[in-house]
């Protein structure tokens, strides 16, 4: 018998259409199974998508805002009902385990009951006025139609945060999902199509970094876009969206740290180094990629450490018991094998892992081996985004040492320190050079009611998506000045300072 692979469209203007683009192939990276096929949508689907977002933004922006946040309310009753069948898609394509593969539902659930809040908010200020009856208030404004690019890692979640907000802030959006997980986005937008969303307020294109990721940013109907990837497109984004002079929105990953204080709880601490570094197959933006052990406690960490890192049960995520799957595709797998490959030239100390997995259902995906590196602080392995589950372990002298370690890399997205010691918590709360940290818990886990993002190369553009924070992205400030006097008031020049009628 020969199953039929189902085959998916484009979304535009309210409307699943064939596309007249080539089509790609994605598959369960587990065991190579197909799922779907989908287009590489053409230069014009681009445009008539953005056309369609154009044409939908005027009565959207005119939707009162709680309304708005309404269908988002719809839209997360039904991914409520959908869960577990949307979680074993995300598992399914992406290669997450199946716990995972429900929590990034369930954080699609979470900001879309949160940011739907925000239509009932949104709150702008009244500020006094230095002139007598006049009133001063700021409200937000949609940018206009906006372009969302997401990754592979976290395929409903994203594109969750990015939509939720944008919908909600009055945008239309035109969604580019990555090539690897085209069927997650495809679920996540049918969804939003049985919430209601109006015709051309929801859209999105399969395709080409070149054709439709380009294609947006540079389109003259697309007044933002947010991005999430790696540092070297996020780049190409922000500077092709600079030229345009468009809001943009970029998260470009990290090299996160956690440092290990000399009075750290080591069950605790190995709890959360496994979770940090080995959950999605250390596939997040905010993995622990590394971990900075004091002096004293390194040997017995590095002990602890192999042991745990080689009972972990790695096999098909769709197996409630695995607890590591594959990375998410053949390229994943060929650049975190070339890392484990730099730390063996480089002369780092291969704790346990450094493999390929072979033999029996591991022939037929992507399977690493959990891999600890110990790594002297000026390697690569110390300084790179590796995105898989490699985690590199350093030796700090003290506190000072271990801090000036975390800080030395070009991403500052999330840190965490482990200790009891409230003067170390503190001071790392301060000192750590991240959007984000933990204290007494790894670099993973973001809720979605907090601003999350990151600085220096990981959140060049100072934006952050989730929390109340989300709304910047897809809104400008308009400030408003009502003059009820009657009269023409003069600012700075009629400095009289009583009233005196
Ligand atoms: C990402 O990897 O880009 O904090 C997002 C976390 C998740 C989100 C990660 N809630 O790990």
Redesign the pocket.
């Known amino acids: 018998m020969t199953s039929t692979v189902q085959e998916y469209g484009i979304f535009i203007g309210g409307k699943w259409q064939k596309s007249e683009g080539k089509r790609f192939e994605t598959r369960n990276p587990a065991t190579g199974e197909i799922l779907g096929t989908f287009p590489l949508a053409t230069k014009d689907e681009l445009n008539e998508a953005a056309r369609a977002a154009k044409d939908a933004f005027d009565k959207w922006r005119r939707t009162p805002a709680p309304r708005r946040g309404e269908l988002l309310l719809d839209a997360a009753r039904i991914f409520r009902r959908k869960k577990e069948e949307l979680g074993r898609i995300v598992t399914t394509e992406m290669g997450k385990v199946l716990a995972e593969g429900r929590g990034d539902v369930q954080?699609v659930i979470d900001f879309f009951e949160y940011v739907a809040g925000e239509g009932r908010r949104m709150f702008g200020e009244t500020v006094p006025s230095e002139l007598p009856n006049k009133m001063c208030l700021t409200v937000r404004m949609p940018v206009g139609p906006v372009g969302l690019i997401t990754?592979w890692?976290?395929p409903m979640?994203?594109p969750g945060w990015k939509s939720g907000a944008a919908l909600v802030a009055g945008c239309p959006i035109v969604l580019k999902p990555s090539s690897l997980t085209p069927l997650c986005a495809a679920k996540f937008v049918e969804v939003l199509d049985e919430a209601g969303f109006p015709p051309g307020v929801v859209n999105m294109l399969t395709g080409t970094g070149s054709v439709v990721g380009d294609g947006l940013v540079a389109h003259p109907d697309i007044r933002a876009i947010s991005f999430?990837g790696g540092v070297e497109t996020g780049r190409h984004v922000y500077e092709t969206a600079a030229r345009k002079m468009i809001k943009v929105g970029l998260?470009l990953g990290g090299k996160n740290p956690i440092i290990a204080m000399d009075d750290a709880d080591l069950e605790l601490l190995m709890d959360g180094v496994m979770f940090g570094a080995f959950g999605t197959a250390g596939q997040?933006?905010?993995a622990t990629s590394r971990l900075i052990v004091h002096q004293k406690i390194y040997d017995q960490v590095l002990d602890e450490l192999t042991d745990r890192a080689e009972k972990l049960r790695v096999g098909n995520p769709i197996d409630e018991r695995t607890e590591m799957g594959p990375v998410a595709s053949a390229e994943q797998e060929r650049k975190v094998l070339e890392y484990i490959e730099i730390g063996r030239k480089e002369a780092d100390t291969l704790l346990t892992g450094g493999t390929k997995l072979r033999g029996g259902a591991f022939d037929k995906g992507f399977f690493i081996a959990p891999t600890v590196f110990a790594v002297e602080r000026r390697k690569r392995l110390a300084l790179e985004e590796i995105f898989g589950p490699v985690l590199s372990v350093l030796k700090a002298k003290d506190f000072e040492d271990a801090v000036a370690i975390a800080n030395s890399v070009k991403y500052g997205l999330?840190s965490s320190i482990y200790t009891d010691d409230l003067r170390w918590a503190f001071r790392a709360m301060h000192e750590l050079e991240a959007g984000i940290t933990y204290v007494n818990a790894p670099t993973?886990?973001?809720e979605v009611q907090l601003p999350?993002g990151g600085i220096k190369e990981t959140g060049p553009t100072g934006t952050r998506e989730a929390g109340p924070t989300a709304l910047d992205e897809f809104t400008y400030w308009k400030t408003i000045y009502v003059d009820y006097s009657g009269r023409l008031q003069r600012a700075q020049i009629d400095t009289d300072r009583l009233v005196r009628e």
């Open positions: 954080e990754p890692n976290f979640a994203i999430t998260e997040r933006c905010t999330s993973i886990g973001a999350f």
